[in-house]
């Protein structure tokens, strides 16, 4: 004869084997659809300034990129000074 211990695991693994066979059979329900997110219209453009840059607070090397981006022309030995004086104008 079996242990009160293992009739109750005995009967818990009937119980856990009858409730998936229900699951099983279980009519699958129809999925629901998902939600449409709602997206707001685009705002009017608003135009934007560019933001004032503190050219005086770069290092010489910024300084030189900036106006190598702009495809400025200055001396290969300018001083920090004169490439402010350049990238402000």
Excluded at 8 to 33: F, G, K, N
Excluded at 46 to 69: I, N, S
């Amino acid at each position: 004869m079996a242990s009160p211990r293992t009739r109750r695991i005995r009967r818990l693994r009937a119980m856990r084997a009858a409730e998936a066979r229900r699951a099983e059979t279980a009519q699958p329900t129809a999925p629901t659809p998902a939600p449409v997110p709602h997206i707001p219209e685009a705002p009017a453009e608003v135009p934007v300034e560019p933001a004032a840059v503190d050219y005086g607070a770069m290092t010489k090397a910024e300084l030189q990129k900036v106006l190598d981006d702009r495809k400025v022309v200055y001396a290969r030995f300018a001083t920090k000074a004169a490439l402010v004086e350049l990238a402000e104008s």
